[in-house]
Antibody, heavy 119, light 115 residues
Framework: EVQLVESGGGLVRPGESLRLSCAASGFPFNDAWMSWVRQAPGKGLEWVGRIKSKSDGETTDYAAPVKGRFTISRDDSRKTLYLQVNSLKSEDTAVYYC??????????WGQGTLLTVSS | QAVLTQPSSLSASPGASASLTCTLRSDINIGPYRMYWFQQKPGSPPQFLLRYNSDSDKHLGSGVPSRFSGSKDASANAGILLISGLQSEDEADYYCMVWHTSDWVFGGGTKLTVL
């Protein structure tokens, strides 16, 4: 069974940084392209970015609102996906979901972790 | 103008069928696009429903009832999620998604009410 478990969210002040994690199991993590998707309170889904597998170059793509501030990385030995979020703004407040492109795109989702940016 | 446009809300009766549309911006031809559909209930993460490009290129998510199906309306430049035999448990938000110029793009979502 595919499982994705996000962690690391919390309350931070504008301008601060945080690292979110996503622990994966139940599928060949090292072969999977992985994405982060966020959802602001009461709003729709917004793709944040993705990372390809190491065999596909481990390249990353980011949505325009986060490019240059957010960094996605992965540790295949730990089967863990990361999202480093820097220079946080109030508009980054959202539930952050980890999802996989293994199989069909975004066929599996974690429960999400809430990041609140407020002074 | 947004890449994907969904009506904000839709109501339908139990047992009826509901057709949820997702329209691509007029300068983007839906022809080659795979469209993905997700269901989200309050307090829960999104759930993958299906992917549809054509009748020969489609995929229903694991455990998703066959009451859910996808199609395209080329004349409307839109993807369609059809839910037949509506049940109260189908009341949820529904999102469409496509891969467009190096980005995954979501529609704004449709709130489906079953009453």
């Amino acid at each position: 069974e595919v499982q994705l478990v996000e962690s690391g969210g919390g309350l931070v002040r504008p301008g601060e940084s945080l690292r979110l994690s996503c622990a994966a199991s139940g599928f060949p993590f090292n072969d999977a392209w992985m994405s982060w998707v966020r959802q602001a309170p009461g709003k729709g889904l917004e793709w944040v970015g993705r990372i390809k597998s190491k065999s596909d170059g481990e390249t990353t793509d980011y949505a325009a609102p986060v490019k240059g501030r957010f960094t996605i990385s992965r540790d295949d030995s730990r089967k863990t996906l990361y999202l480093q979020v820097n220079s946080l703004k109030s508009e980054d407040t959202a539930v952050y979901y980890c999802t996989t492109e293994w199989g069909s795109a975004m066929e599996h989702w974690g429960q999400g972790t809430l990041l609140t940016v407020s002074s | 103008q947004a890449v994907l446009t969904q009506p904000s809300s839709l109501s339908a009766s139990p047992g009826a069928s509901a057709s949820l549309t997702c329209t691509l911006r007029s300068d983007i031809n839906i022809g080659p696009y795979r469209m993905y559909w997700f269901q989200q209930k309050p307090g829960s993460p999104p759930q993958f429903l299906l992917r549809y490009n054509s009748d020969s290129d489609k995929h229903l998510g694991s455990g998703v009832p066959s009451r859910f199906s996808g199609s395209k309306d080329a004349s409307a430049n839109a993807g369609i999620l059809l839910i037949s035999g509506l049940q109260s448990e189908d009341e949820a938000d529904y999102y469409c998604m496509v891969w467009h110029t190096s980005d995954w793009v979501f529609g704004g979502g449709t709130k489906l009410t079953v009453l």
